[in-house]
C-alpha cells in the first residue's frame, strides 16, 4: 500500500503579542489556529488544540514579554501539548528570545540562563527554533536542534535611510564593544543605499555585580559634525543608550538616532529617552509597544514580513539565510 501525504502549516500563537502573530498570518495568507489557552485560579496555565494537528507542520508562535516567566512557560506547555498531539514537526518561534542576556557566567556561581532556556524548549518537544537578532550569535550553539537566526537589519536600514541627509557625514556607532558586528551589519546595509558610513565604538563600564546600570566613557572614532546612528539589539531602561547619546553630542555630533530591534523599554526608558539628545527612535515589533510607551519620536518597523518569509523557506524546505544573502549569523 502506498499513500502521497501532504504537508501542512499550522500557525498557533501565544498571548505575547497577537497583533504580530496576526500580521504573520495574514502576510502567510494562513489563519492562526485555534487553541485555547487560559489561567487557573492560582495561576497555572491551561492549553488546549481546538482542532487537529495530527502530522502537520506545526509553528507555536510567543514574544517573550512582560510577564516574561508567563510567556515562557505558556510556550513551553503549548510545545508539549502540539508533541503530544501528534505534530510532525514542531518549531518554536521567539522573536524575542528571553534571558539571552544571560549566556555566560560573567562572575562565579551564576547561571547561564539562555542555555537553561535552550534545554527547556528542546526538552518539551521544539524541533527547531526561529528568532531575530539574538543578544549574541553564540546561543545558536546551545541548541542542539537547527536554529534559524534572522535579522531585523536589512528592515531597520530600509526605514532610516529616508530619514537621513544624503549631504551629511555618517558614522554607525555602537554602544559597546560586543555591539561591533551588528554595527558593521547595518554600516553595510547603508553602504548599499549609497551612503559612506563610518564605525565608531563606545567605551562602556558597568559596575561589577550591578544590573541595568552602564557609564559611557569614552568615544573611539569620528563623530564630530556627523549624523551618529546608535545601533543595539535591545533597549531595556535605555541607560545605556541615553548615556551614549549624551557623550556623542558633548563630541560634537549634529544628531543622534538610534535604532534597535527588541523595544523592550522597562521602567525609566520612555523618560529616558524623551528627555535625551537622541532626535529619533527606530525599533521593530517582536516586542509588543503599548500607548502608554509610545512618544513622539519613536517609530515601529513590522518584522512580521520577514518572519512570515522565514516560516515559509522552513516549510518549504529553502534556504533562510538566502532572504538575508548569508548576512544573519
Request: glycine share 8%.
Amino acid at each position: 500500500m502506498e499513500l502521497l501525504t501532504k504537508k501542512r502549516l499550522m500557525l498557533f500563537a501565544g498571548r505575547g503579542n497577537p497583533e504580530l502573530s496576526e500580521e504573520i498570518a495574514a502576510h502567510l495568507k494562513v489563519p492562526l489556529g485555534d487553541v485555547k489557552l487560559s489561567s487557573f485560579a492560582n495561576g497555572e496555565i491551561y492549553c488546549r488544540y481546538g482542532e487537529s494537528i495530527r502530522g502537520s507542520d506545526v509553528f507555536v508562535l510567543q514574544t517573550h514579554c512582560d510577564p516574561i516567566n508567563d510567556r515562557i512557560l505558556e510556550q513551553l506547555i503549548m510545545i508539549d501539548a502540539a508533541k503530544r498531539a501528534s505534530a510532525k514537526r514542531i518549531t518554536a518561534v521567539c522573536p524575542f528570545y528571553g534571558y539571552a542576556r544571560q549566556d555566560r557566567k560573567a562572575e562565579g556561581r551564576e547561571p547561564i540562563t539562555a542555555r537553561l532556556l535552550a534545554d527547556l524548549l528542546t526538552a518539551a518537544g521544539a524541533e527547531r527554533l526561529l528568532t531575530v537578532d539574538l543578544h549574541t550569535g553564540q546561543i545558536q550553539g546551545f541548541f542542539d536542534v537547527p536554529v534559524d537566526h534572522l535579522t531585523a537589519v536589512p528592515s531597520l536600514t530600509d526605514h532610516l535611510v529616508g530619514r537621513l541627509d544624503r549631504d551629511g557625514e555618517v558614522t554607525v556607532v555602537a554602544p559597546d564593544a560586543g555591539g561591533g558586528k551588528l554595527a558593521r551589519r547595518f554600516a553595510n546595509g547603508l553602504h548599499d543605499h549609497g551612503f559612506e558610513a563610518d564605525l565608531a565604538f563606545i567605551d562602556k563600564r558597568r559596575p561589577k555585580g550591578t544590573h541595568n546600570v552602564a557609564e559611557a566613557n569614552d568615544v573611539v572614532g569620528v563623530v564630530g559634525g556627523r549624523t551618529c546612528i546608535l545601533v543595539d539589539d535591545m533597549i531595556d531602561t535605555a541607560g545605556t543608550i541615553t548615556s551614549a547619546a549624551s557623550l556623542l553630542s558633548d563630541r560634537g555630533a549634529r544628531e543622534v538616532f538610534v535604532v534597535a530591534t527588541h523595544a523592550v523599554l522597562s521602567g525609566p526608558a520612555v523618560d529616558r529617552l524623551k528627555n535625551s539628545e537622541i532626535r529619533r527612535v527606530v525599533v521593530t515589533d517582536t516586542l509588543p509597544i503599548p500607548a502608554e510607551k509610545r512618544f513622539d519620536g519613536l517609530e515601529v518597523v513590522s518584522i512580521a514580513p520577514v518572519i512570515a518569509e522565514a516560516l515559509d523557506a522552513v516549510f518549504e524546505d529553502t534556504s533562510v539565510s538566502e532572504l538575508f544573502k548569508g548576512d544573519n549569523v
